[in-house]
């Protein structure tokens, strides 16, 4: 019986559908005039369809009102007849917004809505282009901002045009950040880590002073990596709101669960049968160091950061690590770092797009991957930043496509060339007079990666110039070869008594010795002659004569920055080295560089940079160090002083030391006006000393250390690259000649 009746029902419904079907023999479109009735057909899906049930008809309206072509659409069916009547929306002749000043934020709007010219209107898709220029104005601060729109009609060509009115009203400033919850950390230490700024009247720059959504989204982000890096595994920010108060500003309120303080327990290693324990030796050493140890997410980074290091320094090139993280008792974490081969990937092919003046080879001479090597993953960046320090190119990306087999990959390094060639002027105002200077550089001559260098310098005292050629990858080796010649003249008879002249010329190469380990040995030879009046000091009067130089100069370069091009963590050591061969005086000279890199915040890029100098030079025998070969402070070394104008006087003369010292840190500051483009803002302190007298103890020593602070500012603008520092000693003697004002512009061609 039960059968009987579902065959009666199934029977009974496909009857009522068949009721409901009508069969289309023509199909009649009209009131369309820019839209042909074939696309209109296209865009319904109607194709050869004959038969049409009401569930069809809706199907075909929702699909035609889907392509916002139209503003009514009327379907019905007459007499085996499909009616389609469309009143087609008007298409948009232009797009205006008015109430922004800034043109490229103004653009900025314009690419994010997705109304366009030339596109059918549709006032759903205004409404919903509104709510998003609304939402972009709150995420850059207008929580108050009102968005108003307009339309002038063209009925005859069935068009209008569009005006987007936008008052942006004030922006909503923070007035104050709040912490609340089981925070554990002072707010004033949460206040350094997180974006967001309170609103102060000395932070008038600062973009971070305003809410913004996307950075609110940012500091959860940061407050929970701090927390975590002091030991809260298990830290929440459980929300964040802002409340308007009444001076049409915001409170900002964080909700932190910080939870317990875990410590790190048990580490394991896990490696392939293949891959030697040995290798990985670093990584235990780790693991023993950081046990019992307050649980930090950065030292978790490290481990997988070294592990990364040593699988590209051994080869092993195809890797990935998996960690598994175990919540043990007393709050103790055991971590599990799993090493797994990964799919072998070898390089078929390396395409060099973009270079339209520059040779090929000059690109691929850079490369450390070469076509036929494995695909690895940390040399291959390696290779990408020796392209990008050549400093003639504005821009380098890589696509990496699948090649002819499944284990081989296609890599496209894509270059964008700029100007290479760069004429610049540079100026210094000082407590005695001003300083000049100027050159003419091009880094890419005749598209061989060739660098000319023409350096003019002048001043009340010195005329000074040089002229460097450099040639990468020489005699189509790894080696560069780069030649000097240097002259110079300078005039200190009216206040000192002394003229010296000199003229000089080296040959040199650099080569990488081993392993990021660079070596680069130098033949110089210069002829110097010094002259006195009567008014020259005894000492000056005993070095006046003739000198002919023939040194053997080498460096020692250990480089272990991330990057050559902007580096952001590691360290370079340089050792520099001068030997007379063949001297009148016989000096020897020893510098020693170090420079360090850290980031001090991940989220808005700012790195900071310490940097040590030292230099000594002494005598072989018992003669004096003649004064053009003594140590001075090297001008970026200690800025706000005149250069060569600190340190050891012979009367009223500067005649440099034996010994020279600094120390300096400095930290860019990307949160200042980072709505200017390749805008580099830093803050700087430098600490150095001149000091030492060999040839007569009546000279004063100079043993007292000055300092200064400032503020630098670097901008390639569109004439040219820009530069200039502010700078306030904060320690000086009296006789020290200081320079407040220093900056370079230079134009390219």
């Known amino acids: 019986m039960i059968k009987i009746l579902i065959k009666f029902l199934a029977i009974f419904y496909f009857i009522t559908c068949l009721s409901h079907a009508e069969t289309i023999n023509k199909i009649d479109i009209s009131g369309n005039k820019r839209i042909t009735s074939e696309t209109i057909q296209v865009l319904g899906d109607i194709g050869n369809k004959k038969n049409f049930s009401k569930n069809d008809l809706n199907d075909l309206l929702k699909k035609l009102y889907d392509t916002d072509f139209f503003s009514d659409i009327k379907i019905s069916i007459t007499n085996n007849i499909l009616n389609i009547q469309v009143v087609e929306n008007p298409i948009i002749e232009n797009i205006e917004i008015t109430g922004i000043k800034n043109k490229t934020f103004k653009q900025e709007l314009l690419d994010f809505i997705k109304l366009k010219e ?83 009247f000395w932070k008038f720059i600062s973009r971070k002073v305003y809410l913004n ?131 072998k990937f070898y390089v078929e092919k390396i395409n060099i797009i973009g270079n339209f003046q ?39 990306d ?25 004429i610049s002027l540079a100026a210094g105002v000082g407590t005695s007079g001003s300083t000049i200077g100027g050159g003419i550089t091009e880094k890419n001559f005749l598209g061989k990666g060739i660098n000319l260098q023409s350096e003019l310098q002048i001043s009340e005292e010195k005329v000074k110039g040089k002229f460097i050629y450099s040639k990468p990858n020489f005699n189509y080796s790894e080696n560069t070869l780069f030649t000097s010649i240097k002259s110079s003249n300078t005039d200190r008879i009216k206040d000192f008594g002394y003229e010296s002249t000199d003229l000089g010329m080296s040959l040199g190469t650099r080569f990488e010795q081993f392993e990021n380990l660079f070596f680069s040995p130098e033949l110089d030879i210069s002829l110097e002659d ?12 005993k070095q006046e004569g003739n000198y002919e130089d023939f040194y053997f100069n080498y460096s020692l370069d250990y480089d272990l920055r991330n990057s050559t091009y902007k580096p952001s963590s590691g360290n370079k050591t340089i050792f520099y080295q001068t030997l007379p061969i063949v001297s009148t005086n016989n000096e ?36 004096d160090v003649r004064v053009s070969k003594r140590a001075k402070m090297p001008y970026s070394r200690l800025r706000g002083f005149e250069r060569e104008k600190i340190g050891p006087k012979d009367g009223a003369d500067y005649v440099g030391g034996n010994y020279v010292t ?28 001149v000091w030492g007298v060999d040839y007569d103890s009546a000279v004063d020593q100079s043993n007292f250390i000055r300092s200064s602070t400032g503020f630098g500012l670097d901008w390639i603008t569109p004439i040219g690259p820009l530069s200039f520092s502010l700078t306030q000693p904060i320690t000086k003697k009296s006789t020290d000649e200081t320079e407040s004002f220093r900056f370079n512009l230079g134009t390219t061609f």
């Open 118 to 200: 030339r596109m059918s209107f549709s006032e759903i898709q205004l409404k919903k282009d509104t709510d998003t220029l609304k939402n972009i104005l709150k995420t850059n601060g207008f929580y108050f901002a009102k968005v108003n729109s307009s339309l002038i009609r063209n009925d005859e060509l069935n068009s209008v045009r569009l005006k987007i009115n936008i008052d942006q009203g004030k922006k909503a400033k923070i007035q104050n950040i709040i912490f609340i919850g089981d925070k554990k950390i002072k707010d004033k230490k949460l206040l350094e880590v997180i974006a967001s700024e309170e609103h102060k």
């Open 213 to 343: 959504k996307s950075l609110i989204d940012l500091d959860k982000r940061l407050l929970e990596n701090y927390y975590k890096n002091q030991g809260y595994y298990q830290v929440k920010v459980l929300s964040s709101f802002a409340e308007l108060n009444e001076e049409e500003s915001f409170n900002l309120t964080f909700n932190i669960d910080s939870g317990e303080k875990f410590k790190f327990n048990n580490f394991v290693l896990k490696l392939p049968e293949d891959y030697k324990e040995e290798d990985f030796s670093k990584i235990e050493k780790i693991f023993k160091k950081l046990k019992n140890k307050t649980y930090s997410l950065d030292n978790i980074s490290l481990i997988l950061s070294e592990i990364d290091r040593i699988a590209s320094m051994k080869l092993y090139d195809f890797i990935t690590a998996n960690v598994t993280e175990t919540i043990t008792q007393e709050n103790k974490i055991d971590f599990n770092f799993e090493i797994i081969d990964s799919q």
């Open 530 to 541: 010094l002259s006195t009046t009567s008014d020259a000091s005894a000492n000056l009067k």
């Open 588 to 623: 020897i000279a020893n510098t020693f560089i170090y420079t360090h890199y850290k980031k001090l915040d991940n989220e808005s890029n700012m790195v900071g940079k310490l940097s040590l100098y030292m230099k000594a030079v002494n005598s072989l025998d018992d003669s």
């Open 398 to 422: 890589t696509k990496i496509k699948n090649g002819s087999d499944d284990n081989l990959k296609i890599v496209d390094i894509i270059v964008e060339e700029q100007p290479t060639g760069e």
């Open 358 to 396: 520059t040779i090929e080879e000059v690109v691929r001479n850079r490369l450390i991957v070469d076509e036929g090597d494995p695909l690895n993953e940390l040399l291959f960046n390696k290779s990408i930043d020796k392209i990008k320090s050549l400093g003639i190119f504005k821009k380098v």
């Open 662 to 689: 600094s120390l300096n840190f400095s930290t860019n500051l990307p949160g200042i006006l980072t709505t200017m483009e390749n805008f580099d803002f830093s803050y700087f302190i430098d600490i150095g000393n």
